[in-house]
């Protein structure tokens, strides 16, 4: 008989899924339930618990919290997680943590509550085989020599696994998170494994093939420990599905991301906004490269190009240069490059409606951004001219044409657009603000701003502080 608790702070909830569910069918039965996670370590100490069905957000102690230190105590006791809203951040930490298996309360209704359970129960009988079949975490592993790994990319949905391998006393096999299994075999076995483990390979999306090397002489906790961390990071940039086996070894030099450095983030945004890698080879390689040095973690390089997408169409969203879109996640480098392709490739095209070179609409992108990363210079049609070595009166021609505004115009706009920021978000004098977006007489730039806002500075920060 499976043994259950069931924590949750809403006595309702614990009440309706203990009396609700058709546990007997199962083989289960609740014998607990508490209402946060410290008194739900007091029962686990007091009574033997097999299954935990927790909630993420409890008061005095979160289901994180608890899972961390129930995976400490009592690494046996399986894990599910009850949450209101599905909200991957918190499921894929949880999961992480060794969570078998989610339940999204609001998908709870009759009809499915034999599906829940029976998903459960089947889940925690392979995981029961399994351990059958494990040698403790802390013990070495002396007699295989190779560690494979079949891990998705996908880090979202639970994937079906096609493999079922034919069970004998000297195979290893472990789930190590979501979606994320590892296998180990003795040498005279590991031809066999290894074929079998690579045709499952096109049934389980977005997946690899890691073939782990010299993993002799260490625990299975620091194998595990090594893949999840190579799989969460390294991983991410190494994903090829027209290559979809990595033989790595475990000696290999640290390869995981680093905390990156504001200068080298400012270095990438130059080489997008200021180098011609659109229609050159060479520039483009550069991007890629100086993207990839720095190994940014998913979250970060994601942070990165949506900041970079938000300049760019901000910029030139409203000119004939046109907007880039951004897809809402990517999964892997792979997906991060095909997407650069296909903005070079979209930039390419709005530039090819334009009559006019594409030597002249770089000089023309290189003069707007050398303006909008120094608005303290006060800049002049004549003087970028002459530096761009493109007579004045062409100049401010192509200028218009491509930006939709004069140069003066444009030189006035986005100085204005850029005082509205330190009026609303700083509490620097009139003078200071002025100075800052290349006007040394307040007076001036009170009046340009009246002319393009309708308002005078100072009227702008009150009317816009007094709506917030």
């Given at each position: 008989m499976i043994k259950v608790l069931i924590?949750?702070?809403?006595?309702?909830?614990?009440k309706?899924?203990?009396?609700?569910?058709?546990?007997?069918?199962?083989?289960?039965?609740?014998?607990?339930?508490?209402s946060n996670g410290a008194k739900a370590l007091d029962f686990l100490k007091t009574q033997p618990v097999d299954l935990m069905l927790t909630d993420l957000a409890m008061p005095v102690m979160s289901g994180i919290e608890l899972m961390r230190a129930a995976r400490q105590l009592y690494p046996e006791l399986h894990i599910v997680v009850l949450t209101l809203h599905q909200d991957f951040d918190y499921i894929q930490e949880a999961l992480r943590l060794g969570a078998i298996d989610y339940i999204a309360k609001v998908q709870l209704e009759k009809e499915q509550f034999e599906h829940v359970l029976q998903r459960i129960h089947t889940r925690i009988s392979g995981l029961t085989n399994t351990t059958r079949k494990m040698p403790s975490q802390d013990?070495?592993?002396?007699?295989?020599?190779?560690?494979?790994?079949?891990?998705?990319?996908?880090?979202?949905?639970?994937?079906?696994?096609?493999?079922?391998?034919?069970?004998?006393?000297?195979?290893?096999?472990?789930?190590?998170?979501?979606?994320?299994?590892?296998?180990?075999?003795?040498?005279?076995k590991e031809d066999q494994l290894f074929h079998q483990l690579k045709e499952g390979l096109h049934q389980v999306p977005h997946s690899t093939l890691l073939v782990l090397s010299d993993v002799q002489e260490r625990t299975w906790s620091q194998i595990k420990n090594w893949i999840r961390n190579y799989t969460e990071t390294s991983l991410f940039y190494a994903y090829n599905p027209n290559n979809q086996v990595i033989t790595i070894s475990?000696?290999?030099?640290?390869?995981?991301?680093?905390?990156?450095q504001d200068e080298d983030l400012d270095r990438i945004k130059q080489t997008w906004f200021q180098t011609p890698w659109t229609h050159h080879d060479s520039y483009y390689k550069q991007l890629v490269d100086q993207f990839i040095s720095l190994r940014l973690h998913k979250g970060q390089l994601m942070g990165l190009l949506?900041?970079?997408?938000?300049?760019?169409?901000?910029?030139?969203?409203?000119?004939?240069l046109g907007r880039i879109s951004m897809i809402h996640s990517f999964e892997s480098w792979y997906e991060v490059e095909e997407w650069i392709k296909q903005t070079a490739a979209g930039i390419r095209k709005a530039d090819e409606q334009t009559?006019?070179?594409?030597?002249?609409?770089?000089?023309?992108?290189?003069?707007?951004?050398?303006?909008?990363?120094?608005?303290?210079?006060?800049?002049?049609?004549?003087?970028?001219?002459?530096?761009?070595?493109?007579?004045?009166?062409?100049?401010?021609?192509?200028?218009?044409?491509?930006?939709?505004?004069?140069?003066?115009?444009?030189?006035?706009?986005?100085?204005?657009?850029?005082?509205?920021?330190?009026?609303?978000?700083?509490?620097?004098?009139?003078?200071?603000?002025?100075?800052r977006v290349g006007y040394t007489d307040e007076k001036y730039f009170s009046r340009i701003f009246r002319e393009l806002t309708g308002l005078l500075p100072s009227e702008y920060r009150q009317l816009?502080?007094?709506n917030k």
């Open positions: 924590v949750d702070d809403d006595k309702l909830v614990r309706g899924i203990s009396s609700a569910m058709p546990w007997n069918e199962f083989n289960m039965e609740v014998v607990g339930e508490a013990k070495i592993n002396v007699h295989y020599p190779n560690v494979y790994a079949l891990v998705s990319q996908d880090r979202k949905s639970e994937q079906k696994w096609p493999i079922e391998l034919t069970a004998h006393e000297d195979l290893i096999r472990w789930e190590i998170e979501l979606n994320s299994c590892m296998w180990a075999a003795p040498p005279s475990m000696n290999e030099e640290d390869t995981f991301s680093k905390e990156p949506y900041s970079i997408v938000m300049e760019w169409n901000r910029i030139f969203a409203q000119t004939t009559s006019y070179s594409q030597e002249i609409i770089d000089a023309v992108k290189k003069a707007v951004m050398i303006v909008q990363h120094d608005l303290e210079q006060a800049y002049t049609a004549s003087g970028l001219s002459q530096q761009l070595n493109i007579s004045r009166s062409y100049f401010s021609q192509c200028f218009k044409d491509l930006m939709g505004k004069t140069f003066n115009e444009y030189s006035r706009f986005i100085r204005v657009e850029k005082s509205k920021e330190y009026l609303l978000n700083t509490n620097n004098t009139i003078f200071w603000i002025a100075e816009g502080r007094g």
